[in-house]
Each structure stands twice: as structure tokens, then as C-alpha cells.
């Protein structure tokens, strides 16, 4: 979803009155009707910028050394892989989650120079910021990745109010987790669905007034052997097998998060999920 666009010697007619209300708009003074958009770009590469909704990725896990390694915490280490990926350093505490964010309008500070944009609606005169690059995105779509730092049965008290923090609709906000309905190292990414037993989840969706609308990346860790005793299996440690097919899930997830993040649901995402659907079949 686009917030804004500039560009140079661009001329937009339209029907009716508009009302801007994002908070990259500083108004000058007042009246209706028509857009003109001037834009003061530095260079050719920079006449045309367009400001995009942010996304909020959100990997699930337990906080502590104690935990790090475990099934139950592949959603951090999907955080940490799509953070190396992308260069978001996990840097800051907010909302009782580690998280690493770029900068973009509105409620992001600027970190690099800014230019400006004059956008004319009537006699209207509004003064748009952007920044010369975004940190901290994908391609130049704004993220904010977290690692709750609460124990997973409460992630949704880090969830919910970041993405309003950040002004983050439902659609964007991304839930990285272990599901052990699919085998290990297979991943699955979906426009939305329910909690399927996983309490870090039924908190997230707790937390959003029950709302279930936001697409999850699972990460496939397998059933417990045998009797083995769930909660035991879920708080240790891959095998070496199993830790190389999580390795190669961490890079093929990263990459499908970014083709997401870029395109949506569109048919990449279909071939990722066919691809993982029989990843392990042998013809």
C-alpha cells in the first residue's frame, strides 16, 4: 500500500476533495480540489520515490540462552537470519521485544538526509519528507522486526502494540513460528488461519481482538518420537540432521519472506509452498 509518491512535473487531476491525514503532511494553508506534485530530487535515479506501507515480521520464541537452539525457537532464529539478510540490526528494546527498525515517515526518526516534496491540493500547500534511502527495509519497503522478549505464551502483548506503534494493518503484520503438523525443515506461508494450538499464537490473536487476518511463515520441526512428552520436545535441541535441514529452511525462508514482502501473495508464493509441500519427495 502506497502513503505517498513524488515525482518531478507531475500533474494529477482529481474529482473530489481530498483529505490527507498521514503524519508526512505539514499543511500550509487552505482549500480543495486539484494535486500538482513538485518534487526536489537530488539526481535522475531519485525523481520518482514512493513511500510504502511498513511491515511488522514477528518471530516467535523464548527469551534466554537457556532456549536458544530449541524447536520452539525458530522463529527468533528466522528473525535473525532475515536481520543479517537485509542488514536491520536488532538493536532496540520496545514493547517488551528486541526489535530492529528502518527509517521511514511517520513515526520513525529520520537517520540519513531527507528531501522534500510540495504537493499543491487547491490552494492547499503541503511539505512531504522522505528519506534520500530507507534503512532498515526490504528492497525500499519499510519492516520492523521483533523478537518479544516476553515467554512465548505472552507474545501478544509485544505484537499488538507495536503494530499500532508503527501504524501497521493487520495484512502486514508477519508471524514467524515452529509447527509441528509439518515435518521438519518444511515451511508453509499463508494469508491467515488460525492459532492451531500453538499458545504464542492464540496470544497474538488474543491480543488483536481475535482477529486472525495476518499471514504467518510456519516452520516445520516434526512430531515429538513415540511418548515423548510435548513441552520436552519442543524446548530441545535439533539434531545434527535435523539442525542442517532448519540451516537450509532459515535461507529459503529469508528469501520467501522477501519475495512477500515485495510482491504479496502472488504465484512465488504459491511455487514456494508447492516446493516445500514436496521438498523432501524423491522421484
Known amino acids: 500500500m502506497l502513503n505517498a509518491v513524488s515525482a518531478t512535473n507531475l500533474s494529477i487531476s482529481c474529482p473530489r ?6 503524519p508526512c503532511l505539514r499543511k500550509i494553508r487552505s482549500a480543495p480540489i486539484r494535486i500538482r506534485i513538485y518534487a526536489s530530487a537530488p539526481n535522475d535515479e531519485e525523481r520518482l520515490k514512493v513511500e510504502y506501507t511498513p511491515w511488522l515480521i514477528v518471530g516467535l520464541g523464548n527469551p534466554g540462552n537457556k532456549y536458544h537452539g530449541t524447536r520452539h525457537n525458530v522463529g527468533f532464529e528466522m528473525i535473525d537470519q532475515i536481520s543479517q539478510a537485509e542488514g536491520v540490526p536488532m538493536n532496540t528494546i520496545q514493547s517488551k521485544a528486541l526489535i530492529g527498525i528502518g527509517s521511514f515517515c511517520g513515526a520513525f526518526p529520520f537517520q540519513q538526509d531527507a528531501t522534500t516534496s510540495t504537493l499543491f491540493i487547491g490552494q492547499n500547500i503541503y511539505i512531504l519528507y522522505h528519506t534520500r534511502k530507507i534503512a532498515g527495509s526490504i528492497g525500499e519497503v519499510p519492516i520492523v522486526l521483533a523478537k518479544p522478549q516476553a515467554y512465548i505464551n505472552f507474545s501478544g502483548e509485544s505484537v499488538a502494540p507495536l503494530a499500532l506503534y508503527y501504524q501497521v494493518p493487520l495484512r502486514h503484520i508477519l508471524l514467524i513460528y515452529d509447527e509441528m503438523s509439518l515435518p521438519n525443515g518444511v515451511m508453509k506461508l499463508q494469508p491467515k488461519g488460525g492459532h492451531g494450538h500453538h499458545n504464542g499464537v492464540r496470544s497474538v490473536v488474543g491480543h488483536l481482538d481475535g482477529r486472525r487476518e495476518f499471514p504467518r511463515l510456519c516452520i516445520g520441526i516434526g512430531n515429538p518420537p513415540g ?10 535441541k535439533f539434531s545434527s540432521v535435523e ?3 532448519i540451516n537450509a529452511a532459515l535461507v ?20 514456494f509452498n508447492l516446493g516445500q509441500r514436496y521438498k523432501y519427495h524423491k522421484v
Open 252 to 271: 529459503q525462508g529469508a528469501a520467501a519472506v522477501r519475495t512477500l514482502v515485495l510482491h504479496g501473495f502472488d504465484k512465488s508464493i504459491r511455487r
Open 17 to 22: 476533495r481530498l483529505q490527507f491525514q498521514h
Open 243 to 245: 539442525r542442517e535441514q
Open 227 to 236: 511418548n515423548m512428552d510435548m513441552k520436552a520436545f519442543l524446548l530441545q
